[in-house]
């Protein structure tokens, strides 16, 4: 039965109500008194040295406050990375810096290289047009493999090679090498997984201030996590401590990893705010977000499958060459390592796994996590090659995955990580009741009556989210730690707040984690606000990404309330003169067990407020509590994805048909709020799987730089989608049993959109077609049916 | 943006006047024009906007049977009021982008910009529509001049774009995924005195004439007609959206459906 309110309850997303009506707070709604604007002069060209930069002109132009350059900044920190990799022979990664102006060099295009604050952003960018940059370019290294060879120009000077890691992981060489040699097949196949701009709708934004009297700082920023760009900005680029530096995100509008990172802007804004003692402020146009933003995936990857005679996996070699880009974002080297090896298991018990990754260092933008983060990476080249083996082998694309499942938990695969709980098989069972697969050859006979070639496509996927066991990532090479925290405050009246170092920006937050905390105590969720993103008032937090907002954050904010209630027990018990371990809480009221004696919520919170009748010798007055929390693992939403195509054979182009995904995301919370966060992520997979294409030319130059050539997917390039998470393994080791939902939908969709039209062409006759690499344009498409 | 100066003529020959300012540019529903004055990659000192003239809007069908649209009228006019008297050009109009750019964007601004990748283009050459100015009357076969480049002098109005209405025509658009402008477009355009074919978004000299289909679908204006016929890949436009060869196929495939919508 579906409940009307509480954990399960498809309750309205609250804060829909100020997005819908114009009432959300943006950080570009942020305007403070006497506030100045920034104008970045950014690179033009992909590489080259920096001559010599003339503002003189410029300084004298209407309006202009003051021109920064790199020079300014040598007294500065430059961006940190927050993750560092070991190599495959324990070196640590070769890590340039990254100054917060350019610094001798630009690096990719959209490099800054000076920055004008003036009275006005257009009296900025005029003046910005007025200094004359010398600059005395170097062959830009756009293509990896290119940047890889010996003697390749440098994209950073001070270290030995393009080369930032060549990893390996997961069964050593003997094991791999034993399985390949053993098997009865070896499926091979060689792919991209293309670069992807992010292109949240709201592009970034952020307004430096500096209260001189009280030496404070502050930043508005669009942030997914203000505490951690208060640390890193603070700790490591401008030597701020905490308590003087404020970070606020207040309404983000969507961020999909790329505003989880500390970018240049933010310290510019920071320090030049305190340095000219006024507001500063910068909003990104969109050019500029395309040529800033840190972007997605850009892996160029040979994956090899070896199978016994019965379609069993023997073994799992990749070698994959990943793009850092010019700079180190804050987490760009986890994403090719830890959030992507560690996957190449999926849903399968093969024994043998063995990962290479080479990460390069190119001029072009920086890139990093994006909706998905090495698993979508790792989902695509594992199903992809699966489905080619399965062809290969003369076996069916479902069998051949039932074949090799994993069934039973906990397992811990070559790749280090350990499955607490799933059952794919219940999720490939259920995607199958969704499809009506028996009717797909009557439904392609028909579209073959209009011309059509109708295919389908079926994978699995598995991701590790709730992001992370600080100890475990400490030893894989993070500076952080990955906890999650929260504050509940109950006030006098029984209404409470909860200040969460979650960010909410998209996800819905506000309503189910409401939903939790009134439902532990069985109150009205309406008595219940959510606080957050903002560094003075919530408690340090890790913030928003990895899916693990409701795992860890949500944990964390049971455990609070678990504290709150524990205290509100024994204040009940001393109203109700009996003892604390006999008091029972249900629906908001507080009985001593057997009796019909009881006190309800508010006369305890008001209690705890008015201490008048309190036990004040044992217990504090006030009822608030706060909780960090740690995970243990990670956790592992997994299912089962299915989609069916139309092709049109005389133009390539392809219609999606149907889409269906079964997905085990243990208990729900707020069903309705998931099926959103899979149908936006199913949207953005099947962006990546047919239109979506970050290119740049031999230059490096941006082609696709705006929407008149970066394709995203529109309402009417996405189908209606079937949806289920009834299959339901919780989690087993965080108190609400959930797993996660954020990412899922742009991790298992795309290759079912590729097997779906490699099924459709061969079922077409072109039995040559086995592979086409994202986007499937319809050029693309129509180029490899003509072999 | 740069600043400029604004004027909102009432009558063509004001804006005439007007233009003759320097640095002056006509405005027609800015849809190409602001997104260039925002990129600063253009500085008039005056704009002159034309849609306050009253006699450069609304739609009409003349003596001689042709659609006459007065060059400020935005797309969504045309896409409305010539659904009943040419329904192919009014269907051409209700697919250009979204109903922001069909409300402002205006068949003179399109025309006058003659973006390699625009439909109007192909509409007005594939009915050998005249292109009427302030100043004088052109043929469409003399008006498009390659990529962006026409036939008019500076601060030449277009006032109206008059469109032989065919027995039967259709466009076809085949869209870039990203601008949903044409990737290719075909116009097909039947008369009593023959076809024309006029094809857009395909060549590296904007829009052109597909005189061997033309040629076919004269003698038999049929699908069969043009089935084996292909024009060269070479000269055609090849970007990161489709290579010269895919554009070439596009030509052929779109002129045989548009054939058979024809209606
Ligand atoms: C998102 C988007 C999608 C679009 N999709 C399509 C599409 O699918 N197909 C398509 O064909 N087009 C498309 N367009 C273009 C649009 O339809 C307009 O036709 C085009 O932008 C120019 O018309 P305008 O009236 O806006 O002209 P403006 O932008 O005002 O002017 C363009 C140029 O023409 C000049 N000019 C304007 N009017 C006249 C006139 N009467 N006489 C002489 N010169 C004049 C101006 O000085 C300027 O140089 C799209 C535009 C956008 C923004």
Redesign the interface.
Known sequence: MPKDSGIGAASKRREDVRFLTGKGKYTDDINLAGQAYVHFLRSDVAHAKIVSVDTSAAAAMPGVVRIFTGDDFSGVGGLPCGWQVTDRNGQPMQEPPHPVLAQGKVRHVGDPIAAVVAESA?QA??AA?AIEVTLDELPPQIDMAAALKDGAPKVHDELTSNLCYDWVFGSDDAAIDAAFSGAAHVTTLDLVNQRLAPNAMEPRVAVGDYNDAAGDSTLYTTSQNPHVIRLLMGAFVLGIPEHKLRVVAPDVGGGFGSKIFHYAEEAFCTFAAKELKRPVKWTASR?EAFMTDAQGRDHVTKIELALDADGKFLGVRTHTMANMGAYLSTFAPSVPTYLHGTLMAGNYTTPAIQVNVKAVFTNTVAVDAYRGAGRPEATYQLERVIDKAAREMGMDPVEIRRKNFITSFPYATPVAVEYDTGNYVATMDKLLEMIDREGFEARRAEAASRGKLRGLGINCYIEACGIAPSALVGQLGARAGLYESATVRVNATGGLVVMTGSHSHGQGHETSFAQVVADMIGIDENMVEIVHGDTANTPMGMGTYGSRSLAVGGSAMVRATEKIIAKAKKIAAHLLEAADTDIELKDGQFTVAGTDRSVAWGDVTLAAYVPHNYPITEIEPGLEETAFYDPNNFTYPAGAYACEVEVDP????VEIKGFAAADDFGNIVNPMIVDGQVHGGIAQGIGQA??E?C?YDETGQI??GS??????PRADDLPFYQVDHSCQTPCTHNPLGVKGCGEAGAIGSPPAVVNAVVDALQRGGMSHVTHIDMPL???RV??AMQG | MYSFEFARPGSIDEAVKALKAEEAQALGGGQTLIPTLKQRLAAPSVLVSLSGIAEMQGVCVSDDNALCVGGATPHAVVAKEAAKSFPALAGMASRIGDPAVRNRGTVGGSLANNDPSACYPAAALGTGATIKTNAREIAADDYFQGMFATALDEGEIITEVRFPIPEKANYQKFVQPASRFALVGVFVAKYASGVRVAVTGASEDGVFRWTEAEEALSKDFSAKAVEGLKVSADGMISDLHGPAAYRAHLVGVLTGRAVNAAA
Do not use: H, I, Q, V
């Not at chain 1, 005389?650 to 182009?653: A, L």
């Not at chain 1, 929407?707 to 995203?712: N, Q, T």
């Open positions: 257009a960018r005029t047009e050019s005389d133009t390539g182009k047919l239109l294409d290119r082609l696709t929407y008149m050539d970066y394709a995203m344009t319809p050029s129509w180029a």
